[in-house]
Antibody
Framework: QVQLQESGPGLVRPSGTLSLTCAVS?????????WSWVRQPPGKGLEWIGE???????YYNPSLKSRVTISVDKSQNHFSLNLDSVTAADTAVYFC????????????WGRGILVTVSS | EIVLTQSPATLSLSPGERVTLSCRAS??????LAWYQQKPGQAPRLLIH???NRATGIPVRFSGSGSGTDFTLTISSLEPEDFAVYYC??????????FGQGTKLDMK
């Protein structure tokens, strides 16, 4: 079974860059899967951020596209999220997830990491 | 943009009861509608994919159905561990994933 684990700073300064990594175990990141990021502001619903394939191909949420970069590191079997120019509105629990083969549902999820944007 | 509206927002029920949760789309969507369960402090868990297919390890008391703009998740007999928030999700507006706002299932 695929297991995912997010890591990164829990506090980011306003206007800074949020950087998170998702370690993948139980599967190769080179497998025929897309790897996704989703966030959830405290007490609110889910928002998809974007996803990456092992070739480096990406899709992003149009509302975040100008600030987001998702990349993959095949040697480390992990993928990463960078979100630029953050504000308090980016405070959320950030989840990484694997996309079910076929491309439309999120099959396995990490436990999530709370990132707070504050000075 | 397709908007998914879930109803009701909150439901108070007792273990053993049958419940049907609704997810309505603002326009017709493909058959690939999913349902997730989320408990406090945990990640969402995929329950149903492709409208009616149970994900790996999901008990048979969970079932999904629907087409077009109207979809439902039914739990045939509530267990204590089923009290959680449920989200529907679809991806017709590629590549964006759209989520409903959630239905919270409370224990009465």
């Amino acid at each position: 079974q695929v297991q995912l684990q997010e890591s990164g700073p829990g506090l980011v300064r306003p206007s800074g860059t949020l950087s998170l990594t998702c370690a993948v175990s139980g599967a190769s990141i080179r497998s025929d899967k897309w790897w996704s990021w989703v966030r959830q502001p405290p007490g609110k619903g889910l928002e998809w951020i974007g996803e990456v394939y092992h070739t480096g191909s990406t899709y992003y949420n149009p509302s975040l596209k100008s600030r987001v970069t998702i990349s993959v590191d095949k040697s480390q079997n992990h993928f990463s999220l960078n979100l630029d120019s953050v504000t308090a509105a980016d405070t959320a629990v950030y989840f990484c997830a694997s996309v079910l083969w076929g491309g439309s549902e999120l099959e396995y999820w990490g436990r999530g990491i709370l990132v707070t944007v504050s000075s | 943009e397709i908007v998914l509206t879930q109803s009701p927002a909150t439901l108070s029920l007792s273990p053993g009861e049958r419940v049907t949760l609704s997810c309505r789309a603002s326009q017709s969507v493909s058959s690939k509608l999913a349902w997730y369960q989320q408990k406090p402090g945990q990640a969402p868990r995929l329950l149903i994919h492709g409208t009616s297919n149970r994900a790996t390890g999901i008990p048979v008391r969970f079932s999904g159905s629907g087409s077009g703009t109207d979809f439902t998740l039914t739990i045939s007999s509530l267990e204590p561990e089923d009290f959680a928030v449920y989200y529907c999700q679809e991806r017709s507006n590629w590549p964006n994933y759209s989520f409903g706002q959630g239905t919270k299932l409370d224990m009465k």
